[in-house]
């Protein structure tokens, strides 16, 4: 029956200022624009594909929310880190050894990088790793190289 997620939407304070970091930064296909009920919508991937609706209200009104971006595995393993230092995004991954790279969660397995918005919405990159998912590592999150040594080891 559910094939995927259609649409999000997320309050942003400033709607032009959060146009600019989807459109410019993150190089989301913008769609639609309705200044009296000041939002933004944006196309995710192709159009029709995925939505992304931005809808400006005072901060105080403003709850932070969490969503990922599917990207090639390839990219986030080798350019994502370069993509969010070239556009001054803060960035960070769960392995807790002040490195600058993407963690692999194990069970998807899956890479992925975390970074923020100018809202402190928190995004994500994220692509799934060839292998075969393996629930029963659970919430392991672990480098890329610590990963394949998995992979290896579980053949």
């Not at 942003?12 to 933004?40: C, G, H, M, P, W």
């Not at 990207?71 to 769960?94: G, Q, R, T, V, Y």
Request: hydrophobic share 40%; with cysteine.
């Amino acid at each position: 029956m559910i094939k995927g997620l259609f649409e999000t939407h997320l309050f942003v304070e400033n709607l032009e200022r959060s146009i600019d970091f989807y459109a410019s930064t993150l190089k989301l296909e913008q769609y639609l624009y309705e200044e009296e009920r000041r939002v933004a919508l944006f196309w995710i991937g192709k159009p029709q594909q995925a939505m992304l609706g931005l809808w400006e209200k005072p901060k105080e009104e403003i709850d932070l929310r969490h969503f990922a971006f599917e990207c090639d595995w390839k990219w986030i393993l080798n350019e994502s880190i370069n993509f969010l230092k070239a556009n001054k995004l803060h960035f960070w991954n769960f392995l807790h050894d002040e490195t600058e790279r993407p963690m692999v969660f194990a069970n998807i397995p899956a890479i992925a990088i975390y970074f923020s918005d100018p809202d402190g919405h928190y995004l994500e990159f994220i692509g799934t790793l060839p292998g075969k998912y393996r629930p029963e590592k659970g919430s392991l999150v672990v480098s890329y190289e610590e990963w394949l040594a998995i992979e290896k080891n579980d053949v």
